[in-house]
């Protein structure tokens, strides 16, 4: 099959290639350049006046998630339900242009999150190719654990539980035989902001973190490594410290932090728009407020961290807010101070090592994986085409057509 556009992007050059085209045979791609040859036989599927990218990566997403509360979901919802919810968000997110997505928990749902991953690898439902953590690990009485509700009704926790270095080992093995591919951490608990400064309490201990953070080398033979929920400090110098691989949310890094972030690679993931859709769609004026200051503190941070070579991946916390439409976090780092070029190579080059798979997906080269995509418009003049998405190909199979 070639595939054929008006242009390619260069992702590790930022620039276009024009005209552009892609040879697939089978699940990788053969060769990309202006022009490949044509074998006898192959079919040619002109796109036009669009652009070929890479397939695009989501580093946090939530398929068991919907809009609506997250808790109650967990308690109101059977798994079986949550289930087939979770296909038709993975379905949602692949037509949307997102071939490859790290699961962040299934909150709640244990390893059913390993289901969906082999039925999407098996051919069985359409969906991009995904790393899974099953639940997220929480302290009892961490972040989300069901607070607020009557401890006589004991609702369950949307996570599992470890109050030690040793319960982290004993869930991250657990977990592991139940089919993750790597553990997500909660390492902060509730924020609060005043006078301008985030507080935010740390969960667990660097001493602890390292310890999670040499299971999963172990575990994964260091092709995944540990993402936390984390958004300030100390808790963010904590994890750094321990070397997990991802800061999700990063709504404050300390210079310190920063530094170290930047000499390790580690990377920070915005999940701006989360952010954004609570300050608009939530229950209160008081919540849309808070999320509303919430995301100026964060963009005021994002140019620090920039400022800083804190490098960053791409991911959009979508669940709570409607699959498929996470296209909008590629908009809003360009609107808080990050270049197109930078914003693709940050989503695809750093996402591909982010999630395992760097030199197999994030650039449509030879020998990758013939995840494809076609956009209208220029995603370097305009990134809002990535949210204009009209051909969608995972592993040589087309999924989309104009």
Known sequence: MVLHAKRMLDVAAGREVSPGEVLVAGERIVAAGSHVDRPAGAEVID????TLVPGLIDAHVHLFLHPGAEDLQTVGESVPQRVILAEIAAKADLMAGFTAERDMGTEGAGSASTAIRKAIDAGLIPGP????SGNAIDILG???DAIGYNPAARVPSNADYADSAEDLVRVMRLQHKEGADFAKIYETGPDTMKDGVLTTPYQYTEAELRAAVVEQARLSG???GVAVHCTGEPAAGYAVAAGVASIDHAFYLSDKTMAEMKAKQIYAVPTFTIVEYFGAHSDTAAIGS????LQAFHA???KRQLAAGVPFAVGSDVGPFPHGTQAREFELMVQYGMAPADVLRADLLNGAKLLGWA???GELKAGYYADVIAVEGNPLEDISSLAKVGFVMKDGTVYRRP
Do not use: P, S, V
Request: cysteine-free.
């Open 222 to 224: 260091g092709g995944m």
């Open 290 to 293: 808070w999320n509303k200051t």
């Open 129 to 132: 190719r995904m790393r899974m």
């Open 359 to 361: 030199g197999q997906i």
């Open 47 to 50: 796109l036009g006046d669009r």
């Open 142 to 144: 961490g972040h989300e």
């Open 300 to 302: 005021a941070q994002f």
